[in-house]
Protein backbone atom coordinates (compact mmCIF):
# COMPACT_ATOMS: atom_id res chain seq x y z
CA UNK A 1 0.00 0.00 0.00
CA UNK A 2 1.04 3.45 -0.95
CA UNK A 3 0.40 7.06 0.16
CA UNK A 4 -3.43 7.86 -1.92
CA UNK A 5 -3.39 11.40 -2.50
CA UNK A 6 -6.12 13.82 -1.51
CA UNK A 7 -7.24 16.17 -4.42
CA UNK A 8 -10.27 18.22 -3.11
CA UNK A 9 -11.32 20.93 -5.92
CA UNK A 10 -13.85 22.46 -6.78
CA UNK A 11 -16.12 21.29 -9.48
CA UNK A 12 -16.22 21.89 -13.12
CA UNK A 13 -19.40 23.46 -14.69
CA UNK A 14 -18.04 24.11 -18.22
CA UNK A 15 -20.39 21.79 -20.97
CA UNK A 16 -17.59 19.50 -22.57
CA UNK A 17 -20.02 19.01 -25.55
CA UNK A 18 -21.73 21.95 -26.33
CA UNK A 19 -21.08 25.58 -27.94
CA UNK A 20 -21.97 29.32 -26.83
CA UNK A 21 -21.12 31.45 -24.41
CA UNK A 22 -18.55 30.22 -21.83
CA UNK A 23 -20.19 29.50 -18.55
CA UNK A 24 -18.01 30.47 -15.04
CA UNK A 25 -14.15 28.96 -14.53
CA UNK A 26 -14.92 25.53 -13.93
CA UNK A 27 -11.80 25.32 -11.58
CA UNK A 28 -13.25 28.21 -9.27
CA UNK A 29 -17.35 27.36 -9.26
CA UNK A 30 -19.90 24.33 -8.21
CA UNK A 31 -22.73 24.20 -10.21
CA UNK A 32 -26.22 25.09 -8.77
CA UNK A 33 -28.70 22.57 -8.49
CA UNK A 34 -31.65 22.31 -10.70
CA UNK A 35 -34.86 22.84 -9.36
CA UNK A 36 -36.68 20.92 -11.69
CA UNK A 37 -35.68 17.78 -14.17
CA UNK A 38 -34.98 18.94 -17.85
CA UNK A 39 -38.21 18.74 -20.11
CA UNK A 40 -39.30 15.43 -21.16
CA UNK A 41 -38.51 15.29 -25.29
CA UNK A 42 -40.63 12.88 -27.47
CA UNK A 43 -39.52 8.96 -26.59
CA UNK A 44 -39.98 5.70 -27.75
CA UNK A 45 -41.96 3.61 -25.12
CA UNK A 46 -39.84 5.47 -22.53
CA UNK A 47 -42.28 4.18 -19.54
CA UNK A 48 -41.31 0.55 -20.87
CA UNK A 49 -37.46 1.86 -20.95
CA UNK A 50 -36.99 3.27 -17.72
CA UNK A 51 -38.75 0.33 -16.21
CA UNK A 52 -36.66 -1.99 -17.97
CA UNK A 53 -33.13 -0.51 -15.84
CA UNK A 54 -35.38 -0.11 -12.69
CA UNK A 55 -36.60 -3.69 -12.57
CA UNK A 56 -35.14 -5.19 -9.42
CA UNK A 57 -32.78 -2.94 -9.05
CA UNK A 58 -31.71 -2.55 -5.38
CA UNK A 59 -28.24 -1.34 -3.44
CA UNK A 60 -26.43 -4.15 -1.71
CA UNK A 61 -26.84 -2.70 2.54
CA UNK A 62 -26.40 -6.39 3.99
CA UNK A 63 -23.45 -6.94 6.03
CA UNK A 64 -21.43 -9.73 5.85
CA UNK A 65 -19.37 -9.00 8.34
CA UNK A 66 -17.73 -6.09 10.30
CA UNK A 67 -14.65 -5.57 11.38
CA UNK A 68 -13.90 -3.22 14.25
CA UNK A 69 -11.55 -0.56 13.78
CA UNK A 70 -9.22 0.82 16.22
CA UNK A 71 -8.34 4.53 16.40
CA UNK A 72 -9.24 7.66 17.98
CA UNK A 73 -12.35 9.95 17.27
CA UNK A 74 -14.77 9.12 15.02
CA UNK A 75 -12.92 5.73 14.64
CA UNK A 76 -13.94 4.51 18.42
CA UNK A 77 -16.94 1.60 17.73
CA UNK A 78 -16.80 2.42 13.98
CA UNK A 79 -16.48 -0.61 12.14
CA UNK A 80 -15.53 -1.65 8.26
CA UNK A 81 -18.71 -3.58 6.84
CA UNK A 82 -18.44 -6.01 4.19
CA UNK A 83 -21.35 -6.03 1.88
CA UNK A 84 -20.11 -8.60 -1.04
CA UNK A 85 -16.38 -10.07 -2.75
CA UNK A 86 -17.54 -10.73 -6.23
CA UNK A 87 -14.51 -12.53 -8.52
CA UNK A 88 -14.66 -12.65 -12.69
CA UNK A 89 -11.83 -13.92 -14.39
CA UNK A 90 -10.10 -10.53 -14.53
CA UNK A 91 -10.90 -8.71 -10.67
CA UNK A 92 -11.97 -8.94 -7.52
CA UNK A 93 -14.26 -6.20 -6.38
CA UNK A 94 -15.17 -5.86 -2.59
CA UNK A 95 -17.93 -3.47 -1.54
CA UNK A 96 -17.40 -1.83 1.88
CA UNK A 97 -19.41 0.69 4.03
CA UNK A 98 -17.82 2.38 7.13
CA UNK A 99 -20.40 2.88 9.74
CA UNK A 100 -20.69 4.09 13.09
CA UNK A 101 -23.94 2.56 14.72
CA UNK A 102 -24.64 6.01 17.23
CA UNK A 103 -23.87 8.93 14.86
CA UNK A 104 -22.18 10.19 11.78
CA UNK A 105 -19.15 12.13 11.71
CA UNK A 106 -16.15 13.32 8.84
CA UNK A 107 -14.01 10.55 8.70
CA UNK A 108 -10.17 11.56 9.27
CA UNK A 109 -9.19 13.29 6.26
CA UNK A 110 -5.07 12.09 7.17
CA UNK A 111 -6.50 8.55 6.92
CA UNK A 112 -8.67 8.67 4.07
CA UNK A 113 -6.33 10.34 2.01
CA UNK A 114 -3.57 7.55 3.10
CA UNK A 115 -6.13 4.90 2.19
CA UNK A 116 -4.59 3.51 5.66
CA UNK A 117 -8.23 1.92 6.56
CA UNK A 118 -8.92 0.15 3.11
CA UNK A 119 -9.69 -3.26 3.39
CA UNK A 120 -6.94 -6.24 2.26
CA UNK A 121 -7.92 -10.15 1.22
CA UNK A 122 -6.30 -12.72 2.47
CA UNK A 123 -6.37 -16.40 0.07
CA UNK A 124 -4.26 -19.17 0.87
CA UNK A 125 -0.81 -17.70 1.37
CA UNK A 126 -1.35 -14.40 -0.53
CA UNK A 127 -2.37 -11.25 0.47
CA UNK A 128 -4.30 -8.82 -1.88
CA UNK A 129 -4.14 -5.14 -1.93
CA UNK A 130 -6.15 -3.16 -3.98
CA UNK A 131 -5.26 -1.98 -7.11
CA UNK A 132 -2.98 1.31 -8.27
CA UNK A 133 -3.07 3.29 -11.23
CA UNK A 134 -0.48 6.68 -11.58
CA UNK A 135 -2.63 9.59 -11.75
CA UNK A 136 -2.04 12.57 -14.00
CA UNK A 137 -2.94 15.57 -12.57
CA UNK A 138 -3.85 17.97 -15.33
CA UNK A 139 -3.92 21.02 -12.71
CA UNK A 140 -0.80 20.58 -10.82
CA UNK A 141 0.77 18.78 -13.72
CA UNK A 142 2.25 16.02 -11.95
CA UNK A 143 1.58 11.80 -11.71
CA UNK A 144 0.71 10.23 -8.24
CA UNK A 145 0.07 6.63 -7.44
CA UNK A 146 -3.64 6.39 -6.06
CA UNK A 147 -5.52 3.38 -5.25
CA UNK A 148 -8.59 1.90 -7.02
CA UNK A 149 -10.76 2.31 -4.06
CA UNK A 150 -13.78 4.31 -3.25
CA UNK A 151 -13.47 7.40 -0.86
CA UNK A 152 -15.25 7.77 2.45
CA UNK A 153 -16.01 11.29 3.62
CA UNK A 154 -18.32 10.42 5.74
CA UNK A 155 -19.16 8.03 8.65
CA UNK A 156 -22.80 6.99 8.27
CA UNK A 157 -25.40 4.64 10.75
CA UNK A 158 -26.14 2.85 7.62
CA UNK A 159 -23.80 0.80 5.17
CA UNK A 160 -23.85 2.69 1.81
CA UNK A 161 -21.50 0.60 -0.26
CA UNK A 162 -18.42 1.61 -2.20
CA UNK A 163 -15.94 -0.16 -4.02
CA UNK A 164 -12.18 -1.48 -3.89
CA UNK A 165 -10.90 -3.03 -7.09
CA UNK A 166 -8.29 -5.97 -6.00
CA UNK A 167 -6.21 -8.84 -8.54
CA UNK A 168 -8.08 -11.93 -9.26
CA UNK A 169 -8.37 -14.30 -6.61
CA UNK A 170 -7.61 -18.15 -7.32
CA UNK A 171 -10.19 -20.19 -8.86
CA UNK A 172 -10.18 -22.72 -5.99
CA UNK A 173 -11.16 -19.99 -3.27
CA UNK A 174 -14.34 -20.03 -2.40
CA UNK A 175 -13.90 -18.14 1.29
CA UNK A 176 -11.82 -15.06 2.02
CA UNK A 177 -10.35 -13.05 5.04
CA UNK A 178 -10.73 -9.70 5.14
CA UNK A 179 -8.24 -7.33 7.23
CA UNK A 180 -7.78 -3.77 7.42
CA UNK A 181 -4.48 -2.03 8.76
CA UNK A 182 -6.89 -0.30 11.53
CA UNK A 183 -7.53 -3.51 13.07
CA UNK A 184 -5.80 -6.54 14.43
CA UNK A 185 -9.49 -8.57 13.92
CA UNK A 186 -10.01 -10.14 10.44
CA UNK A 187 -13.08 -11.67 9.29
CA UNK A 188 -14.29 -14.61 6.76
CA UNK A 189 -16.70 -13.82 4.34
CA UNK A 190 -17.95 -15.97 1.24
CA UNK A 191 -17.02 -15.51 -2.27
CA UNK A 192 -19.43 -15.12 -5.17
CA UNK A 193 -18.47 -15.81 -8.37
CA UNK A 194 -19.23 -14.30 -12.07
CA UNK A 195 -20.40 -10.64 -12.60
CA UNK A 196 -23.26 -9.52 -10.88
CA UNK A 197 -26.47 -9.91 -13.22
CA UNK A 198 -27.72 -6.72 -15.54
CA UNK A 199 -31.02 -6.87 -16.55
CA UNK A 200 -32.50 -8.10 -19.35
CA UNK A 201 -31.63 -5.55 -21.97
CA UNK A 202 -33.28 -5.57 -26.04
CA UNK A 203 -31.74 -5.13 -28.99
CA UNK A 204 -32.65 -0.85 -29.20
CA UNK A 205 -31.26 -1.07 -25.52
CA UNK A 206 -28.66 -3.46 -24.45
CA UNK A 207 -28.31 -3.37 -20.96
CA UNK A 208 -24.35 -4.45 -19.56
CA UNK A 209 -24.19 -4.16 -16.10
CA UNK A 210 -25.68 -2.12 -13.26
CA UNK A 211 -25.04 -0.95 -10.19
CA UNK A 212 -27.83 0.81 -7.51
CA UNK A 213 -25.83 2.45 -4.61
CA UNK A 214 -26.90 5.72 -2.30
CA UNK A 215 -24.70 8.46 -1.78
CA UNK A 216 -22.11 6.87 0.70
CA UNK A 217 -20.89 10.83 1.66
CA UNK A 218 -24.27 12.26 2.54
CA UNK A 219 -26.09 11.25 4.60
CA UNK A 220 -29.38 13.63 4.08
CA UNK A 221 -29.34 12.15 1.04
CA UNK A 222 -30.65 8.72 0.90
CA UNK A 223 -32.11 8.15 -2.28
CA UNK A 224 -30.22 5.63 -4.46
CA UNK A 225 -29.17 6.32 -8.32
CA UNK A 226 -29.59 3.45 -10.40
CA UNK A 227 -27.26 3.45 -13.07
CA UNK A 228 -26.83 1.31 -16.28
CA UNK A 229 -24.15 1.14 -18.58
CA UNK A 230 -25.86 0.07 -22.04
CA UNK A 231 -22.54 0.44 -24.33
CA UNK A 232 -18.23 0.39 -24.26
CA UNK A 233 -18.00 1.42 -27.89
CA UNK A 234 -14.75 1.50 -29.99
CA UNK A 235 -15.74 5.25 -31.85
CA UNK A 236 -13.39 6.00 -34.77
CA UNK A 237 -10.33 6.49 -32.46
CA UNK A 238 -11.39 7.25 -29.13
CA UNK A 239 -13.69 4.91 -26.42
CA UNK A 240 -17.29 5.94 -25.88
CA UNK A 241 -18.84 4.60 -22.22
CA UNK A 242 -23.34 5.36 -22.41
CA UNK A 243 -24.97 4.59 -19.38
CA UNK A 244 -28.04 5.82 -17.69
CA UNK A 245 -29.28 7.10 -14.70
CA UNK A 246 -32.69 7.04 -13.00
CA UNK A 247 -34.16 7.46 -9.17
CA UNK A 248 -36.63 5.18 -7.31
CA UNK A 249 -40.39 5.99 -8.88
CA UNK A 250 -41.50 8.87 -7.33
CA UNK A 251 -38.32 10.84 -6.09
CA UNK A 252 -38.02 14.27 -6.40
CA UNK A 253 -35.44 15.79 -9.32
CA UNK A 254 -31.83 15.63 -8.26
CA UNK A 255 -28.18 16.98 -9.64
CA UNK A 256 -25.64 14.12 -10.02
CA UNK A 257 -22.95 16.70 -10.88
CA UNK A 258 -21.79 16.41 -6.96
CA UNK A 259 -23.01 13.06 -5.78
CA UNK A 260 -20.72 10.83 -4.14
CA UNK A 261 -19.02 13.99 -3.00
CA UNK A 262 -15.25 14.84 -2.31
CA UNK A 263 -12.13 13.90 -4.63
CA UNK A 264 -13.48 10.26 -5.78
CA UNK A 265 -10.75 8.05 -6.97
CA UNK A 266 -10.09 8.91 -10.84
CA UNK A 267 -11.49 12.94 -10.44
CA UNK A 268 -7.60 13.31 -10.14
CA UNK A 269 -7.24 12.11 -13.56
CA UNK A 270 -9.18 14.69 -14.58
CA UNK A 271 -7.98 17.99 -13.02
CA UNK A 272 -9.21 16.71 -9.44
CA UNK A 273 -12.33 17.65 -10.59
CA UNK A 274 -15.15 16.35 -8.45
CA UNK A 275 -18.46 15.76 -10.69
CA UNK A 276 -19.88 13.08 -10.74
CA UNK A 277 -19.67 12.33 -14.73
CA UNK A 278 -16.14 13.12 -14.67
CA UNK A 279 -15.40 9.82 -12.72
CA UNK A 280 -16.08 7.56 -14.76
CA UNK A 281 -13.44 5.31 -16.38
CA UNK A 282 -12.68 1.75 -18.01
CA UNK A 283 -10.27 -0.79 -16.38
CA UNK A 284 -8.11 -2.36 -18.98
CA UNK A 285 -7.20 -5.87 -17.28
CA UNK A 286 -5.57 -7.54 -20.38
CA UNK A 287 -2.89 -4.33 -21.07
CA UNK A 288 -2.73 -3.13 -17.34
CA UNK A 289 -4.52 0.49 -17.58
CA UNK A 290 -7.29 2.27 -16.64
CA UNK A 291 -8.51 4.76 -19.04
CA UNK A 292 -10.36 8.36 -17.65
CA UNK A 293 -12.56 11.07 -19.27
CA UNK A 294 -10.72 12.51 -21.75
CA UNK A 295 -9.66 16.57 -20.92
CA UNK A 296 -8.65 19.39 -22.80
CA UNK A 297 -7.88 22.58 -20.69
CA UNK A 298 -11.26 22.89 -18.92
CA UNK A 299 -13.25 20.77 -21.14
CA UNK A 300 -13.93 17.36 -19.70
CA UNK A 301 -15.35 15.10 -22.66
CA UNK A 302 -18.55 14.04 -21.05
CA UNK A 303 -22.53 14.53 -22.43
CA UNK A 304 -22.58 17.48 -18.99
CA UNK A 305 -20.53 17.56 -16.50
CA UNK A 306 -22.65 20.25 -14.84
CA UNK A 307 -26.11 19.89 -14.28
CA UNK A 308 -26.74 16.44 -14.37
CA UNK A 309 -30.57 16.16 -13.31
CA UNK A 310 -32.71 13.08 -13.09
CA UNK A 311 -35.66 11.81 -11.13
CA UNK A 312 -37.41 9.12 -10.90
CA UNK A 313 -40.28 9.46 -13.58
CA UNK A 314 -37.65 8.26 -16.87
CA UNK A 315 -33.91 7.41 -16.90
CA UNK A 316 -31.78 9.37 -18.77
CA UNK A 317 -29.10 8.56 -20.84
CA UNK A 318 -25.13 10.35 -20.83
CA UNK A 319 -21.82 9.52 -22.54
CA UNK A 320 -18.13 9.66 -21.76
CA UNK A 321 -15.04 10.18 -23.86
CA UNK A 322 -11.90 8.41 -23.16
CA UNK A 323 -8.62 6.98 -25.38
CA UNK A 324 -9.04 4.38 -27.39
CA UNK A 325 -8.96 0.95 -26.16
CA UNK A 326 -6.46 -1.52 -28.04
CA UNK A 327 -7.82 -3.83 -29.93
CA UNK A 328 -6.96 -7.02 -28.19
CA UNK A 329 -9.68 -5.75 -25.50
CA UNK A 330 -12.83 -7.50 -25.04
CA UNK A 331 -13.85 -7.08 -21.92
CA UNK A 332 -13.34 -3.99 -19.20
CA UNK A 333 -14.65 -3.51 -16.13
CA UNK A 334 -16.57 0.13 -15.67
CA UNK A 335 -16.05 2.49 -12.96
CA UNK A 336 -18.97 4.30 -11.63
CA UNK A 337 -18.44 7.66 -10.54
CA UNK A 338 -15.43 7.04 -8.59
CA UNK A 339 -17.22 4.98 -6.16
CA UNK A 340 -18.30 1.70 -7.60
CA UNK A 341 -17.51 -1.19 -10.32
CA UNK A 342 -19.37 -3.17 -12.85
CA UNK A 343 -17.44 -6.05 -13.45
CA UNK A 344 -16.96 -8.11 -17.11
CA UNK A 345 -18.89 -5.42 -19.35
CA UNK A 346 -18.30 -6.19 -23.00
CA UNK A 347 -16.47 -3.83 -25.48
CA UNK A 348 -18.26 -3.61 -28.65
CA UNK A 349 -17.64 -1.49 -32.00
CA UNK A 350 -19.33 1.66 -33.42
CA UNK A 351 -21.91 4.42 -31.74
CA UNK A 352 -25.24 3.84 -30.50
CA UNK A 353 -27.75 4.54 -32.50
CA UNK A 354 -30.03 6.15 -34.06
CA UNK A 355 -28.80 9.72 -32.39
CA UNK A 356 -29.97 12.96 -31.23
CA UNK A 357 -27.43 15.71 -31.23
CA UNK A 358 -26.18 16.17 -27.66
CA UNK A 359 -26.37 20.12 -27.95
CA UNK A 360 -30.77 19.94 -28.25
CA UNK A 361 -30.30 17.15 -25.33
CA UNK A 362 -27.15 16.63 -23.11
CA UNK A 363 -29.29 14.17 -21.34
CA UNK A 364 -31.74 12.24 -23.08
CA UNK A 365 -34.02 10.17 -22.66
CA UNK A 366 -33.92 6.45 -22.63
CA UNK A 367 -35.89 4.36 -25.17
CA UNK A 368 -35.22 7.51 -27.99
CA UNK A 369 -32.30 8.39 -29.98
CA UNK A 370 -29.15 7.92 -28.41
CA UNK A 371 -27.04 11.08 -27.79
CA UNK A 372 -24.76 11.73 -30.34
CA UNK A 373 -21.00 12.18 -29.73
CA UNK A 374 -19.96 15.30 -30.90
CA UNK A 375 -16.62 14.80 -33.15
CA UNK A 376 -14.88 17.33 -31.15
CA UNK A 377 -15.07 15.36 -28.18
CA UNK A 378 -13.67 11.98 -30.10
CA UNK A 379 -10.94 13.96 -31.40
CA UNK A 380 -9.68 14.96 -28.03
CA UNK A 381 -10.23 11.63 -26.62
CA UNK A 382 -8.00 10.52 -29.68
CA UNK A 383 -5.20 12.74 -29.29
CA UNK A 384 -1.39 11.03 -27.96
CA UNK A 385 -1.47 13.47 -25.29
CA UNK A 386 -4.73 11.92 -23.84
CA UNK A 387 -2.51 8.40 -24.04
CA UNK A 388 -0.53 9.81 -20.82
CA UNK A 389 -2.85 11.82 -19.42
CA UNK A 390 -6.24 9.66 -19.54
CA UNK A 391 -4.68 6.19 -19.79
CA UNK A 392 -3.10 4.95 -16.42
CA UNK A 393 -0.96 2.22 -15.89
CA UNK A 394 -2.55 -0.13 -13.97
CA UNK A 395 -0.71 -2.75 -10.93
CA UNK A 396 -1.93 -5.25 -8.99
CA UNK A 397 -0.90 -5.54 -5.26
CA UNK A 398 -0.22 -8.76 -3.92
CA UNK A 399 1.93 -10.06 -1.23
CA UNK A 400 3.17 -13.68 -1.81
CA UNK A 401 6.16 -14.85 1.06
CA UNK A 402 7.23 -11.65 2.51
CA UNK A 403 7.46 -9.97 -0.88
CA UNK A 404 4.37 -7.09 -1.36
CA UNK A 405 4.65 -7.03 -5.62
CA UNK A 406 3.44 -3.45 -7.02
CA UNK A 407 4.87 -3.70 -10.79
CA UNK A 408 8.55 -3.49 -10.48
CA UNK A 409 8.30 -2.24 -6.78
CA UNK A 410 9.23 -4.87 -4.15
CA UNK A 411 7.92 -4.08 -0.40
CA UNK A 412 9.83 -6.62 1.83
CA UNK A 413 8.67 -7.78 5.66
CA UNK A 414 11.81 -7.12 7.63
CA UNK A 415 10.04 -9.55 10.23
CA UNK A 416 10.83 -12.26 7.86
CA UNK A 417 14.47 -10.50 7.54
CA UNK A 418 15.44 -9.79 10.76
CA UNK A 419 14.83 -10.52 14.28
CA UNK A 420 13.51 -7.55 16.42
CA UNK A 421 15.74 -4.32 16.83
CA UNK A 422 18.21 -6.17 14.81
CA UNK A 423 20.18 -5.65 11.17
CA UNK A 424 21.48 -8.75 10.89
CA UNK A 425 19.67 -11.08 8.28
CA UNK A 426 18.28 -14.37 9.23
CA UNK A 427 18.55 -17.91 7.84
CA UNK A 428 15.08 -17.50 6.48
CA UNK A 429 15.96 -13.97 4.42
CA UNK A 430 17.84 -16.24 2.07
CA UNK A 431 14.81 -17.85 0.85
CA UNK A 432 12.96 -14.68 0.47
CA UNK A 433 16.16 -12.66 -1.18
CA UNK A 434 16.39 -15.66 -3.42
CA UNK A 435 13.36 -14.97 -5.13
CA UNK A 436 13.68 -11.03 -5.18
CA UNK A 437 16.33 -11.05 -6.83
CA UNK A 438 15.06 -13.47 -9.52
CA UNK A 439 12.10 -11.22 -9.22
CA UNK A 440 14.43 -8.37 -10.04
CA UNK A 441 15.77 -10.11 -13.13
CA UNK A 442 12.84 -11.39 -14.61
CA UNK A 443 11.88 -7.62 -14.75
CA UNK A 444 14.70 -7.48 -17.53
CA UNK A 445 15.36 -3.85 -16.25
CA UNK A 446 19.01 -3.23 -15.02
CA UNK A 447 20.61 0.01 -13.53
CA UNK A 448 20.46 1.23 -9.98
CA UNK A 449 18.00 -0.15 -7.64
CA UNK A 450 16.63 2.26 -4.87
CA UNK A 451 16.50 0.83 -1.77
CA UNK A 452 14.91 2.21 1.67
CA UNK A 453 14.65 1.03 5.17
CA UNK A 454 11.18 1.69 6.48
CA UNK A 455 10.35 0.91 10.54
CA UNK A 456 7.62 1.13 12.85
CA UNK A 457 6.81 4.13 15.62
CA UNK A 458 8.22 2.18 18.71
CA UNK A 459 11.45 2.98 20.12
CA UNK A 460 13.16 6.66 19.54
CA UNK A 461 12.98 7.93 16.26
CA UNK A 462 17.13 8.52 15.97
CA UNK A 463 17.12 4.56 16.50
CA UNK A 464 14.81 3.71 14.15
CA UNK A 465 16.33 5.76 11.50
CA UNK A 466 19.85 4.29 12.19
CA UNK A 467 18.24 0.78 12.38
CA UNK A 468 16.85 1.12 8.81
CA UNK A 469 19.21 2.35 7.27
CA UNK A 470 21.04 -0.56 7.95
CA UNK A 471 18.58 -3.14 7.18
CA UNK A 472 18.44 -1.27 4.03
CA UNK A 473 21.81 -2.19 3.46
CA UNK A 474 21.78 -5.68 4.45
CA UNK A 475 19.30 -6.52 1.76
CA UNK A 476 21.45 -4.72 -0.53
CA UNK A 477 24.64 -6.60 0.54
CA UNK A 478 22.75 -9.59 -0.13
CA UNK A 479 21.46 -8.84 -2.94
CA UNK A 480 24.59 -7.96 -4.96
CA UNK A 481 25.96 -11.63 -5.62
CA UNK A 482 22.62 -12.82 -6.59
CA UNK A 483 21.86 -10.26 -9.23
CA UNK A 484 25.55 -9.84 -10.47
CA UNK A 485 26.95 -7.48 -12.90
CA UNK A 486 24.29 -5.16 -14.74
CA UNK A 487 22.94 -3.43 -10.96
CA UNK A 488 23.98 -0.91 -8.64
CA UNK A 489 22.05 0.29 -5.72
CA UNK A 490 21.24 3.80 -3.97
CA UNK A 491 20.64 3.02 0.08
CA UNK A 492 18.59 4.52 2.53
CA UNK A 493 16.60 5.10 5.27
CA UNK A 494 13.59 6.89 6.63
CA UNK A 495 13.24 5.51 9.74
CA UNK A 496 9.33 5.59 10.94
CA UNK A 497 8.68 9.07 9.06
CA UNK A 498 6.89 7.40 6.07
CA UNK A 499 4.42 4.99 7.28
CA UNK A 500 2.01 3.20 4.77
CA UNK A 501 -0.23 2.01 7.92
CA UNK A 502 -1.12 3.62 11.50
CA UNK A 503 1.08 2.48 14.08
CA UNK A 504 -1.95 2.19 16.59
CA UNK A 505 -2.61 -1.47 15.50
CA UNK A 506 0.19 -4.69 15.68
CA UNK A 507 -1.18 -5.14 12.08
CA UNK A 508 -0.31 -1.40 11.09
CA UNK A 509 3.09 -1.51 12.78
CA UNK A 510 3.85 -4.97 10.91
CA UNK A 511 3.55 -3.31 7.06
CA UNK A 512 5.48 -0.45 8.26
CA UNK A 513 8.39 -2.23 8.75
CA UNK A 514 10.09 -2.77 5.13
CA UNK A 515 12.28 -2.25 2.95
CA UNK A 516 11.35 -0.81 -0.44
CA UNK A 517 12.76 -1.97 -3.57
CA UNK A 518 12.43 0.63 -6.95
CA UNK A 519 13.48 -0.41 -9.77
CA UNK A 520 15.66 1.70 -12.41
CA UNK A 521 13.80 5.13 -13.06
Request: negative net charge; glycine residues 8%; charged residues 15%.
Amino acid sequence: MKRLASSLVALAALAACTTGPTPTDPATSTPAPSATAPATPTAVDASSATELVRQGAEPLTTVLASIPLQGEGSLTGATLDILEVRVTDASTVVTFALTHPDFQADFDDRLRSTNEWAPALRAGDGVYWPAKTVMYNNVANLHDRMALVGQPYTLLAAPRGMFALFAPLPASVTEVEVLSPLSDDTVSVPVVRGPATAPEGTADIPALGQVTYADPNDADNPVPVTVTVHGVRRVEDATVLYYSAVLPEGSEPQNLATFGGGSTVLAYAVGGRQSWPLTMGVVDHANHQAHTVAFDAYRAQVCSPGDVTVDGEVARTCWAAMPGLPENVTRVDVIIGGQQAIQDVPVEDGPLTPTIPNADDPFPVLGGPWPEIPAEALAVAARPDQAEKAVLPLVDVVTEDAITTSGQQLDLDTTVLFAYNEATLTPEANAVLTQVAEQIQGFDNPGQLTLTGHTDADGSSSDNLDLSRRRAQAVADALAPLLGDGYTFAVDGKGEADPIAPNTTETGKALNRRVTILPPS
